[in-house]
C-alpha cells in the first residue's frame, strides 16, 4: 500500500446534561488495560492473543516537534525493514506534549495563516500527515500510535473512526462532557494521520488545559467559524459561582490534575478500543532508535 496522509477529523464537544463528578479526577482508573478483552485466536496454538504495545510516556515533558517527529519515521523505517523480512515488532505509543508550533498537512494551504509563514510566531513545520494547520502546545496531550494495521483492520476509515472513538470515551469517563464527531459546540480535538505499508504515525491531539491564544492566529484545521476549546474551558464554563475557590473547583480546575486524568483516561480508553496490551518503555530506549537504524 502506498503512503497515505488520510483526511482529516475532528471532535467538538459540549456541556453534558449529567452532573460533573468533582472527585472524579482521583477516581480515573489507571490501569492501561481496562476491561481487556480476548480477540484473536491463534490458530496454531489454539490460544487467545493479546497484542503488545510498547508505550513511551513524555506526557509531563516538552517534546520539540521535530524530535518526536524523527523518532516516529525511525520506528515506522525499522518496523517496515523487520516486516519485508517477514519479522515484526510490537506496536508502539508515544503520549507527550510539544512545545508550541505549528504543523501542516501534506498539502495544507496557507491561506488557513493569518500571519505572515516568514514571520510566523513559532516555529511551523510541513508535515505528511494529512489535513490543514494545526497547533501544538503545553497542555495539549497529543498521542501518536505506530500501529500496524495488519494486525487490526487495514482500513484507513476504521482506524480514524477508532481514534475518534478513544477521545469520546475519554471526554466521556473522565469529565462527563459530550463529545461527537459532527459539528458541536466546541473544538477539542483534532486527528491527523498518516499510513505507509499499513504503518500508521503522527495521531491526535486532546485539548486539556491548552493556551487557546495561539489558535486565533490560524484557521484550525481549515474549518472557518470554528470556537476550538479545551476542557478545562468547558469544565470552567460548569463551575457555579457558590463553588469558586472550593475544594471542588480546585481538583477539577487545577491543570495538572486534568492532565493526569486525561492521560490515565487516553491510556485505558486506547487499550480498549484497539484491544492492546500497553507495556511501559523507557524513554531513554527512543534514544537509541538512530544508533538501531
Known amino acids: 500500500m502506498a503512503a497515505s496522509g488520510a483526511p482529516p477529523t475532528s471532535i467538538y464537544a459540549w456541556k453534558s446534561n449529567q452532573s460533573?463528578?468533582?472527585?472524579?479526577?482521583?477516581?480515573?482508573?489507571?490501569?492501561?488495560?481496562?476491561?481487556?478483552?480476548?480477540?484473536?485466536?491463534?490458530?496454531?496454538?489454539?490460544?487467545?492473543?493479546f497484542f503488545r504495545c510498547d508505550y513511551f510516556d513524555l506526557s509531563k515533558e516538552l517534546v520539540p516537534y521535530e524530535k518526536a517527529w524523527s523518532w516516529q519515521k525511525l520506528i515506522v523505517k525499522k518496523r517496515q525493514v523487520l516486516i519485508e523480512k517477514n519479522e515484526d515488532f510490537a506496536d508502539t505509543l508515544l503520549i507527550l506534549q510539544h512545545h508550541p508550533v505549528y504543523t501542516l498537512g501534506t498539502s495544507s494551504s496557507e491561506e488557513y495563516l493569518k500571519f505572515d509563514i516568514k514571520d510566523a510566531p513559532y516555529d511551523i513545520y510541513r508535515t505528511e500527515r494529512g489535513g490543514e494547520v494545526t497547533y501544538h502546545g503545553p497542555g495539549q496531550l497529543v498521542m501518536y500510535p505506530i500501529i500496524n494495521l495488519r494486525y487490526h483492520k487495514t482500513d484507513l476509515h476504521w482506524y480514524l473512526r477508532a481514534l475518534e472513538e478513544v477521545v469520546i470515551?475519554?471526554?466521556?469517563?473522565?469529565?462527563?462532557?459530550?463529545?461527537?464527531?459532527?459539528?458541536?459546540?466546541?473544538?477539542?480535538?483534532?486527528?491527523?494521520?498518516?499510513?505507509?505499508?499499513?504503518?500508521?504515525?503522527?495521531?491526535?491531539?486532546?485539548?486539556?488545559?491548552?493556551?487557546?491564544?495561539?489558535?486565533?492566529?490560524?484557521?484550525?484545521?481549515?474549518?472557518?467559524?470554528?470556537?476550538?476549546?479545551?476542557?478545562?474551558?468547558?469544565?470552567?464554563?460548569?463551575?457555579?459561582?457558590?463553588?469558586?475557590?472550593?475544594?471542588?473547583?480546585?481538583?477539577?480546575?487545577?491543570a495538572c490534575e486534568l492532565l493526569d486524568a486525561a492521560y490515565d483516561s487516553l491510556l485505558a480508553e486506547f487499550s480498549e478500543v484497539f484491544e492492546l496490551c500497553l507495556h511501559p518503555r523507557p524513554v531513554s530506549d527512543l534514544d537509541l532508535l538512530k544508533e538501531k537504524c
Open 20 to 49: 460533573y463528578c468533582y472527585t472524579g479526577i482521583s477516581s480515573v482508573p489507571t490501569h492501561p488495560q481496562k476491561k481487556q478483552k480476548k480477540r484473536r485466536i491463534d490458530n496454531n496454538h489454539k490460544y487467545f492473543v
Open 169 to 254: 470515551r475519554v471526554l466521556s469517563s473522565a469529565f462527563s462532557i459530550k463529545g461527537s464527531r459532527v459539528e458541536g459546540s466546541q473544538k477539542l480535538a483534532a486527528i491527523g494521520i498518516r499510513v505507509s505499508r499499513w504503518i500508521t504515525y503522527h495521531g491526535l491531539a486532546l485539548n486539556v488545559s491548552t493556551d487557546l491564544g495561539p489558535f486565533q492566529q490560524i484557521v484550525p484545521c481549515g474549518i472557518q467559524g470554528r470556537q476550538v476549546g479545551s476542557v478545562k474551558s468547558l469544565l470552567e464554563e460548569s463551575v457555579s459561582p457558590s463553588m469558586e475557590g472550593g475544594v471542588g473547583d480546585n481538583l477539577l480546575l487545577n
